[in-house]
């Protein structure tokens, strides 16, 4: 028991000496320590550690430290310091005693800073030089990549020339690049790559520009440098340029050395550079060798344009039996393309119908439609091209070609074919057998059956047979409401009938059908012209000029309904606008000049009748207003070519060759004028007013005809009142025997023989007037007036003469339906 020791009797803290360590490990007080210090200061610190081959044991040289004494920390015999020596500054703490790193008392002057924040801020980044060859060689390196760029995106914006400048830049700044890093010894640094692209670029785009020799010269360059690899593809690009200079044996010359610098691996590219050495020799005109390019491609890789291009070859040789095998290749070519019934929507899966929704009119949908539509219009072409010439008829050769066709995956092209068929018959004249084709439709499916009566209705309707056009036009929309072809042909049947309103529906109809189709819009247009709705009618072809910029039928009708509307100004710019596309139109023209003269401005109406002269000297109102001009203008001598024009187109008129002779007379030339009247006597004896110029003539002259002219003329003159008594005595008889007929008749014809009577009796006592007034033989010739002229003749060449219609008028005014070309060219192409 005296061993054991209970707590609290002796000891008041069981850990007591927990903290306690021999002194000779305190490094706190190595400071005031004067022994080390002094070791420190001596070379006695500084003694090599003993090792074991020093007699000894291995701590017989090394002092022991004493609390006294020196106390360094002790070494071990490799150098490594001992537990608790002082290194950087730092004590490190001993053993379970404190935590590696955290001690209650630093070391003077130190803080804990574990991760070396105390040392500040980084020193800043040393400045690059830019002064140095390196760094300016890098930024001119820059700036011609930039130029590159946009180079490449002017040429994407269409801005031509200015790619064509930056091209340029960059390669006078490439080309400086060059000299400078030779100058600073870097030659071998040059970028080859740099260099590739902007002589690429150069040629690219003096290509662009049309400067061929120029583009040519670059890729030149190019190819000789035998550091640019792959550079002979770039052969294909001048072949390119030579082709298009029309010089097709280089072309083809340098498509085949790009051909052999082109491994087998890039398959696609070969193919692609045979199909233009093919092209070259068509253009060539060297079947033969085109032939035996596209057969070696349609044997690697088919495609529609090489069988296309492979039966027009064929076609120009002659070969019958291969060009049908080539019409078989040609069908059996696959597009690669999905079928529409992926596009089709169910009605059970909500999800994939949105997918099929949105994909259904996707850029890839699009592309397939368009490879479709050019795949049938080759068919379509190909079929059309050697029907006639692989069977002994066309017909045979169009059956033959719907049976391929029936037996290959475009199967809905047959009925078009057969469409095509009845349009070839169309073209040679023979309606019989393209109405009897066309009737084969009656029983097919309702598209075809609606497109094959619309084209029969179109027949018809050019035959003038409305009855049978109006009944394939109830067809045609019977099988295809839906089709504006159709309701526009039946409403043509409607408008020869005059039923404007109901035509002016089925027009709408149309338009609501398809708002594009412009011949239901000119329809509409000329229906509500017909309908005196002027202004509607002025909207229509307003929005048809927007559609049809150039259509020369439209502008006619823009002009034709501002003058309806009293608008000439409007009228005269229309016309304008016309003569800018149609500028030898000789009716637009004399249209022009009516328009002018009714506004005063003679000199621009005389230019625009002249103009119309010159296209169509045998306007005989042109004709007249141009002689009319020249006897205004006091030009007699001008006048009488264009009446002696007018007598040659019509002989039997006397009023021009009565011109003619007026105009000798007023210029003063008497004896050419008698001559002409003396002419004029022996074709129309009985001629009033050239018996009355006769006697006027010869008194004037003097000469001893003029007895026998006064008695000719006498008995004319007589003759014609005996001749408009007889007229008024059978008027009179036959009024008396309407009168006993119904009242209202009796009173019309009460008024037109009262109204002939006067006439008549009228017209006899100015002929006796005029007789009388004659003058004697010593009147001079100018006493004559115009006012001793008989009445049923007026003088065209007095200020009173009326300006006559043009033909251009008589057309705006006269709207037939046939000649504002109402029917729509339904035949397909």
């Known amino acids: 028991m005296e061993h054991v020791h209970l707590a609290g009797e002796e000891e008041d803290d069981l850990y007591s000496g927990y903290n306690d360590y021999n002194p000779t490990f305190d490094s706190e007080e190595l400071d005031n320590d004067a022994g080390f210090q002094q070791a420190v200061k001596t070379s006695h610190g500084r003694r090599p550690p003993m090792t074991a081959k020093f007699p000894g044991t291995a701590i017989g040289g090394r002092p022991l430290g004493t609390a006294f004494g020196s106390r360094i920390p002790m070494a071990s015999s490799m150098g490594r310091p001992m537990t608790g020596a002082v290194q950087d500054g730092a004590a490190r703490p001993m053993t379970a005693v404190r935590a590696a790193g955290y001690t209650s008392t630093m070391s003077r002057g130190s803080t804990f800073d574990p991760l070396g924040q105390s040392k500040g801020p980084a020193p800043p980044l040393e400045a690059k030089n830019e002064d140095t060859p390196e760094e300016k060689n890098k930024l001119l390196e820059k700036n011609v990549n930039d130029l590159i760029e946009e180079s490449c995106l002017a040429h994407g914006r269409g801005d031509l020339q200015l790619s064509l400048e930056k091209a340029k830049e960059a390669g006078r700044k490439e080309r400086a ?69 029309k010089n097709y044996p280089k072309a083809i010359k340098f498509y085949r050395m790009a051909l052999d610098q082109i491994s087998n691996a890039h398959k696609e590219m070969r193919i692609k550079i045979m199909q233009n050495i093919g092209i070259g020799f068509i253009r060539m005109g060297q079947y033969s060798d085109a032939i035996t390019s596209f057969e070696h491609i349609m044997s690697e890789s088919p495609n529609i344009k090489t069988g296309f291009n492979l039966i027009l070859c064929y076609y120009a040789i002659g070969d019958r039996e291969r060009m049908k095998k080539s019409f078989q290749k040609l069908i059996c070519v696959p597009l690669g393309i999905d079928e529409e019934d992926k596009y089709i929507p169910t009605n059970d899966d ?33 079929a059309k091209l050697i029907a006639p010439a692989i069977e002994t008829s066309f017909a045979a050769g169009f059956d033959w070609c719907v049976e391929m066709v029936k037996s290959s995956q475009y199967v809905e092209l047959a009925n078009d074919l057969e469409i095509n068929k009845a349009i070839t018959y169309l073209r040679q004249r023979d309606f019989n057998q393209a109405v009897e084709t066309l009737r084969t439709f009656e ?31 109830d067809l045609a929309m019977t099988a295809d409401r839906y089709n504006p072809a159709a309701l526009i042909n039946k409403g043509n049947t409607v408008f020869v009938r005059h039923d404007y309103a109901k035509a002016a529906e089925f027009y709408k109809e149309a338009l609501r059908n398809d708002s594009s189709c412009t011949e239901a819009l000119y329809n509409l247009g000329l229906t509500y012209k017909h309908l005196v709705r002027l202004e509607e009618s002025l909207d229509c072809f307003l929005k048809l000029h927007a559609i049809l910029r150039n259509s020369a039928q439209v502008m006619h009708q823009l002009a034709s309904l501002y003058e309806k509307l009293e608008d000439p100004h409007q009228a005269i710019e229309w016309l304008m606008q016309l003569i800018s596309v149609t500028p030898t139109d000789p009716h637009v023209l004399a249209k022009l000049g009516e328009l002018y003269d009714s506004e005063g401005d003679k000199s621009q109406a005389f230019q625009y009748y002249y103009e119309s002269f010159r296209y169509f000297p045998s306007n005989m109102e042109v004709i007249e207003w141009l002689g009319a001009y020249y006897i205004d203008t006091q030009f007699c001598e001008k006048a009488i070519q264009y009446f002696e024009r007018a007598t040659l187109i019509q002989p039997t008129q006397v009023k021009w060759q009565l011109m003619v002779a007026s105009c000798y007379r007023r210029s003063g030339n008497y004896q050419r004028a008698l001559e002409t ?42 003759m014609k009142e005996i001749r408009e008594q007889r007229v008024k005595s059978a008027r009179e008889g036959s009024a008396r025997g309407r009168r006993e007929g119904s009242a209202s008749s009796d009173v019309e014809n009460k008024a037109d023989s009262g109204q002939s009577s006067h006439g008549a009796s009228a017209k006899g006592e100015r002929l006796s007037a005029r007789l009388r007034a004659l003058p004697g033989a010593n009147e001079p010739y100018e006493a004559s007036s115009q006012r001793d002229i008989d009445a049923s003749y007026v003088d065209p060449l007095g200020p009173q003469m009326e300006r006559p219609k043009t033909a251009a008028k008589k057309r705006m005014e006269d709207d037939e339906f046939a000649d504002e070309e109402l029917g729509e060219d339904l035949l397909p192409e």
């Open 443 to 473: 029983k097919k499916d309702s598209r075809v059956k609606s497109a094959a009566a619309t084209n029969l209705s179109f027949l018809f309707f050019l035959e003038k047979d409305y009855a049978q056009a109006d009944r394939y036009a």
């Open 177 to 245: 690049l060059a000299r400078q890093r030779e100058q600073s010894g870097n030659a071998d640094h040059i970028n080859l790559d740099l260099t590739y692209s902007v002589l690429f670029n150069l040629a690219t785009q003096y290509g662009n520009n049309e400067m061929y020799p120029e583009a040519l010269n670059t890729y030149q360059v190019i190819v000789k440098n035998k550091m640019f690899t792959n550079a002979g593809r770039l052969k294909v690009n001048m072949a390119n340029i030579y082709f298009k200079q």
């Open 677 to 718: 009247y003396k002419d004029i006597h022996r074709k129309f004896p009985e001629n009033v007013e050239c018996l009355r110029f006769l006697v006027r003539l010869c008194t004037d002259m003097g000469l001893k005809e003029v007895q026998d002219y006064a008695t000719k003329l006498k008995k004319v003159e007589k």
């Open 350 to 382: 909500t999800k994939a119908n949105l997918v099929i929704e949105a994909i259904k009119n996707d850029k890839l949908h699009q592309m397939e439609r368009e490879r479709k539509a050019l795949a049938e219009k080759f068919i379509m072409t190909s």
